[in-house]
């Protein structure tokens, strides 16, 4: 039986939660049938880390990849999910006992972020599940090519910007706002289409997985 695909990205309505400084998200019609416009025509407001979304090195490293300078294949192919469990602090050791595999291309990590359904609902959360340095620096080291992780940012909410910098510095993709609630832990096919803002240092994206059968599942 072939698996079917999951969305691990979240809406963008208004239960989202937004960083603090972030002027949030707004719709309006800005054409209204309704009110005799000939069609309905909805304007959207909002900064490209709004929900579901894809850092790219220019996020932290000036004059580094921007969106569309990383092209499509970090973010479509083979990826794993990993369970970190109650760990608030991602670090190397609670990655190795997770058992990210050597030779992982995408690494999408399943915190308690997505237990708490923490992407659902507003308002902001500043104790969220999120990478420490040394988890960080033992993924670039395991050269991955994208990092995944249930909240709005890879890094703690008062931790440096170095979190960031050590991925996008070897040029990794960091998908942030992801809910893998209801995705098993293991390998899996990811398809994540950021939109094309050229240019720009993020932008929002879809993403969608697909559990990865292996032997005993057949
Ligand atoms: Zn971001």
Not at 2 to 25: C, E, F, K, Y
Not at 144 to 173: F, T
Request: proline letters at 7%.
């Amino acid at each position: 039986m072939t698996a079917h695909w999951r969305d691990i990205s979240v809406p963008l309505g208004a239960s989202l939660p937004t960083w603090p400084d972030s002027p949030g998200i707004s719709t309006r019609l800005r054409l209204s049938i309704e009110k005799g416009d000939v069609a309905n025509v909805t304007q959207l407001e909002m900064d490209v880390h709004t929900g579901t979304h894809v850092d790219a090195p220019r996020h932290f490293v000036e004059g580094a990849a921007t969106i569309e300078e990383l092209g499509l294949d970090p973010f479509i192919g083979p990826a794993i999910v990993i369970d970190t469990g109650d760990a608030g602090e991602i670090d190397s050791g609670v990655l190795r006992a997770a058992g990210v595999p050597a030779e992982a291309d995408r690494v999408l990590l399943r915190t308690r972020n997505s237990s708490a359904k923490s992407m659902y609902s507003a308002p902001f959360d500043e104790t969220y599940a999120a990478l420490t340095l040394d988890g960080a620096s033992w993924l670039a080291e395991q050269n991955v090519r994208l990092v995944g992780i249930d909240y709005l940012s890879i890094q703690r909410y008062d931790e440096s910007p170095e979190v960031h910098r050590v991925l996008l510095n070897k040029g990794i993709a960091i998908l942030e706002g992801i809910s893998l609630r209801d995705v098993p832990a293991g390998p899996c096919d990811l398809i994540c289409l950021p939109l094309n803002l050229p240019g720009a240092e993020a932008a929002p994206a879809r993403a969608i997985v697909r559990h990865r059968q292996t032997e005993s599942d057949r």
